[in-house]
């Protein structure tokens, strides 16, 4: 379709969803002020993405808890919003909401819209108020044992079909990604109603240090507003919390969707995993903040406050 590759035919289908718009820059418009999001948001078409996006001014807020417990909670939530939307940090160190997609039609473009402003109806609060992530007991609900052999055979047929390098195990596929000297990989699944998700857990351990978790969600949340259709994740468990990247989709996606989430998968291992390692470290980890617009005596007041 060239539909998506086409600006004057996106712009026409946003303005009659949304009224007239704004013209910032070539491909990039601003939309109609909306009374319920109290934020600006702008639309952008790039290689055949669609991008809706706006930033919430966060920083001069009150912190009612530690930043690096904030910033994780915003990975958490990623786990758990729509396939095509994610919270990123922008260059200002704001949470940046973004949703995102390649249109075929009016009808993709329209059904983006409304997900981006109904995620940002449901998450606004949590994000501006900085209030605990609400969990989402449907999320990673994996399918039963007994029926994986028959759920993994499509999955085995789009990896063959998108031409990636795969191999099949019990309860999942794992696809090797392209990293510049790590041997990373990413794991396909089905999960329940037949959503699927392919995710990549980074190979580093945190330290615990509450500089270097802060300089680690950080990082990860700038990589994930700068790498399209790929979110950082944060999953908290009973022994061990997890860091991730990953993609998922509401069916079993396309061979050319699928081989997209690995190449921002890949782009994303590389961007930032030998940094992660280093940012284990307090000096570095301090001195990473610093560069990024926060302190280690700024972290140690908002520590203070809660």
């Known amino acids: 379709s060239f539909f998506k590759y086409d600006s004057q035919l996106i712009a026409t289908t946003l303005v009659g969803i949304t009224g007239?718009?704004?013209?910032?820059?070539?491909?990039?418009?601003?939309?109609?002020?909306?009374?319920?999001?109290?934020?600006?948001?702008?639309?952008?078409?790039?290689?055949?993405?669609?991008?809706?996006?706006?930033?919430?001014?966060?920083?001069?807020?009150?912190?009612?808890?530690?930043?690096s417990e904030y910033l994780r909670s915003l990975l958490e939530m990623n786990a758990h919003?729509?396939?095509?939307?994610?919270?990123?940090?922008?260059?200002?160190?704001?949470?940046?909401?973004?949703?995102e997609t390649r249109p075929n039609d009016a009808e993709d473009v329209e059904m983006l819209f409304y997900v981006f402003k109904d995620e940002i109806k449901r998450n606004?609060?949590?994000?501006?108020?900085?209030?605990?992530c609400a969990s989402d007991s449907t999320s990673q609900r994996l399918i039963d044992p007994e029926d994986m052999s028959a759920v993994l055979t499509p999955l085995v047929q789009r990896c063959d079909e998108s031409g990636w390098p795969y191999e099949r195990r019990e309860r999942s596929v794992v696809l090797e990604l392209e990293a510049r000297?790590?041997?990373?990989?990413?794991?396909?699944?089905?999960?329940?109603?037949?959503?699927?998700?392919?995710?990549?857990?980074?190979?580093?351990?945190?330290?615990?240090?509450?500089?270097?978790?802060?300089?680690t969600a950080a990082l990860l949340l700038r990589t994930c507003h700068i790498v399209r259709g790929v979110r950082a994740t944060w999953k908290p468990g009973e022994t061990s919390?997890?860091?991730?990247?990953?993609?998922?989709?509401?069916?079993?996606p396309a061979p050319s969707e699928l081989k997209r989430a690995l190449v921002g998968l890949s782009l994303a291992a590389r961007l930032c995993?030998?940094?992660?390692?280093?940012?284990?470290?307090?000096?570095?980890?301090?001195?990473?903040?610093?560069?990024q617009g926060w302190s280690l005596k700024q972290h140690s007041e908002i520590v203070s406050t809660t």
Not at 124 to 132: D, G, I, Q, S
């Open 124 to 132: 606004r609060e949590v994000v501006l108020k900085r209030t605990e």
């Open 20 to 67: 007239p718009l704004e013209t910032v820059a070539k491909n990039r418009w601003s939309l109609p002020d909306d009374p319920a999001s109290r934020h600006s948001v702008e639309a952008w078409l790039n290689e055949g993405w669609l991008t809706f996006e706006t930033e919430w001014c966060v920083r001069k807020e009150p912190a009612l808890r530690p930043e």
């Open 273 to 291: 995993c030998d940094e992660l390692r280093a940012l284990q470290q307090d000096s570095i980890a301090n001195r990473f903040l610093k560069l």
């Open 241 to 252: 919390s997890l860091y991730c990247f990953e993609a998922t989709w509401d069916e079993l």
């Open 81 to 99: 919003l729509a396939p095509s939307c994610k919270i990123g940090l922008g260059r200002s160190g704001n949470p940046v909401f973004t949703a």
């Open 181 to 215: 000297k790590d041997f990373f990989q990413a794991e396909l699944v089905t999960e329940v109603e037949g959503a699927t998700r392919i995710e990549f857990t980074l190979p580093f351990e945190p330290s615990g240090s509450g500089v270097c978790d802060l300089a």
